[in-house]
């Protein structure tokens, strides 16, 4: 009879310090295979394999698509390719992004409560925002075992904070040293029986989507309803779904985002709107200033005041825009220097 012998595993920003202290502590013998999303930039070469494979006993590898699942291995996500698990194997692909992320640490946790169900244990480390989230409540309703970094000991505290708020029954919220000898216990447990719940027909879909299965992409179905908003990534309609109390939106095209990271991609837009106005005033008042000055060379002192006129508004639009963005920055720096202040007491504590 298995064991909880399929580990998901998700972290962002301090992820790789606290992933290598996971590491190091994992016994070569554990009778799981542990799967890794740590959010990477798309394009560029990991070394998260290297480092973990140094720091500990398991080999660390990006696996190959269709890559057959061994127990004892960590199999981390290649950039820009989402991590997903099969019944067996692993499958590698291109699909959306989600929460702006690919790889995306939710289709993991996703892809693995459909395939393994009470199996399951997943992990949400340090790291910003709130991916994570909605696998983890995924895993739970599959009857799957959460497990989630104490907020205090978090490098970042966002995804671990989020998982609590949002997640019922979390298992284990535990310090990262903890963590490892849990999950040997829990790869030693056996498992008895199916998941309490079937895997639910938008668990389907959602798979489906980032899996890339045509049948599905070209249905009309989605789960939720049709929300007022446009996607960021693409500017499809956005599906508004409600999981419990967790608020998600996802496109036609299969982008994914939850309310937090919905709201950080539109500010996100809306700065990049504000840089575009800037340049276009700035650009405006230069090429209209030019033109003044020849129409006053050439005695055109009408002309050029209206001209002038045009160019002390636009530095005027130009100025309110450039205190929005510069406002913007400080609220920015303020909340990373907030972090900083909390990761500072978390440490002398």
Known sequence: ???????????????????????????KDIKAAIFVVLHVPSHGTSVLPRILTRAGNL????????EEIVPGKIYIAPPNYHLLVQPGYIHLSRGAREN??????????????????RRVVAVVLTGVLDDGTAGLMAVKIRSGIAVVQDPEDAMYVGMPQSAIANVDNI???LP????????VNLANTPVEGEAENP??????????????DMKTLNQDNRPGKPSTFACPSCGGTLWEHQERDLLRFRCRTGHAFSAESLMAEQSEALEDALWIALRALEEKSSLANRIAKRMRDRNQLLS???LEEDVRHSNERADIIRQVLARNEATIENKMNLSSGNQEATDDN
């Not at 012998?5 to 290598?20: C, H, K, Y």
């Open 100 to 117: 702006s992320h690919r790889p995306a640490i939710d289709p993991l946790f996703r892809s693995a409560a459909r395939a393994y169900g």
């Open 304 to 306: 050029a005041e209206k």
């Open 171 to 173: 298992d284990y919220i």
């Open 176 to 183: 990262l040293a903890d963590i490892p000898d849990i999950l």
């Open 1 to 27: 009879m298995p064991g909880h012998d399929i580990i998901v595993v998700g972290a962002s920003a301090g992820g790789v310090e606290a992933l290598t202290n996971l590491a190091k502590k994992l016994p």
């Open 199 to 212: 895997v639910s027909e938008g668990m389907k879909i959602e798979t489906d989507l980032l899996e890339l």
């Open 59 to 66: 080999p660390a590898l990006h696996p190959r698509n269709g």
